[in-house]
C-alpha cells in the first residue's frame, strides 16, 4: 500500500530529482513490430492531460508489440501492485523447485497490524499456517497485508525478491520494502511534512512523491505483464495460475474493471493509498485485457501525488480501458 518517507530526504534527493514535476509526456515505443495507433495515442493523452505529471498511462498490444503511454518511463508508487510480481517470484521459485505450492508458512497474531487485513478472521488465536497459494490468492485477490508479507520473510527478504526479478529479466520495477516498512514510513512522512515549516512544504510535498522505493514505470509494467501473458516468465502451469488468480481480483471495481465488456476477460491488480495533504500516496490498476477474439493488452494506469478526488482517479482508469476496447472493436482487419 503506502510508501512515502520523508526522514532521508537528502539521500533520496541525491538518487532521484525532486524538482518538481515535469510537463505531461506522451511516448510511443521505439520501433514497433507494428505502428502504434496515433488515435489510441491521442485519446490517452487526452484522458491523462488533466492530471498532468501526476497520472501515467501505458498500453501495449500483446500480439503486435506497439506500445504507447503517457508519462510511461516516469517512476509511480505500485501501493499493492507489488503484490504481484512477489506473487510472481513465488511461483517462478516452484518453477526452480526451491519452493512448493503447498509449502505453509505461518502467520502470528503480531503480524496482524494494519488497518487492512481482510485474512484476520482465519487467524487464530495462536497463528495459523496457510499454504503458499493461500498466501498467493490473498495478497492478489483481496490485497491482503499479512499474506504479501508473510510471503516476503518465506521468499528471504524484498532485496531477495528484487534479485529474483532482475533475474527474469524484469526492469522498471522495485521492491524495497514489505507493507510493515511501508505502512511505517507513510506515517514518518506525514510527520515531517506536517512538522515542516510553511516555507519548505511545497519541497517537502516534491521529495515525498519522488522517493523511489517500491515505484515502477507504467512501461515497464506493462513489458512485464505482456511477457507474462506469452509465457516468457514462468512455467505455462505457473503463468496459467497467476492470470487465474488476477482474474478473481475483487478489489477496485471502479477502475479498468468498469470499462472492460463482461465479454472480456480481465486479469489485474489493483493499488491503493491513503492521502497525505490532500494528495494520494497511489491509485493505480494494472492488467492484461483480453478481448473474445482473444488479443490481448497490458495496461497500467498510475496515479500518485495528485489532488483530483478518488471518483476521478478511478474514472481515468475505467476510460483507459473503454479507449482500448474500442480500439481493439474498431481496430482495421490484417491484410
Known sequence: MHLILAVTLALLAASEDTSKPQALKVEQAASPATQAPASLQQRIAALAEPFESRAGVAVKSVEDRWQIGVNAERSFQQQSVFKTWVAA??????????????????????????????????????????????????????????????????????????????????????????????????????????????PEKASVFERIFSDPRNTATPAGVVDVLARLKKGELLSPRST??????????????????????????LAHKTGTGGDTDGATNGTNDVGLMTAPNGRSYAVAVFTWGTRRPMAEREQLMADVARAVVEWETSRPAAP
Open 240 to 265: 496459467e495460475r497467476l492470470l487465474s488468480i488476477m482474474a478473481e481480483t475483487t478489489t477496485g471495481p471502479n477502475r479498468l474493471k468498469a470499462g472492460t465488456p463482461a465479454d472480456w476477460t
Open 89 to 198: 517470484v513465488a511461483l517462478e521459485a516452484i518453477d526452480r523447485g526451491s519452493l512448493r505450492w503447498d509449502d505453509p508458512v505461518r502467520i502470528e497474531r503480531t503480524d496482524l497490524i494494519f488497518p487492512y487485513q481482510p485474512i484476520e478472521r482465519e487467524v487464530g488465536p495462536s497463528g495459523r499456517d496457510f499454504t503458499v497459494e493461500e498466501l498467493v490468492r490473498w495478497s492478489v485477490i483481496q490485497s491482503d497485508n499479512p499474506s504479501v508479507d508473510a510471503l516476503l520473510k518465506r521468499l528471504g527478504s524484498p532485496r531477495e525478491v528484487q534479485a529474483a526479478l532482475n533475474r527474469m529479466g524484469i526492469t522498471g520495477i522495485r521492491i524495497d520494502a514489505g507493507e510493515r516498512e511501508l505502512h511505517a514510513m507513510v506515517d514518518e512522512g506525514r510527520r515531517a511534512l506536517s512538522a515542516a515549516a510553511a
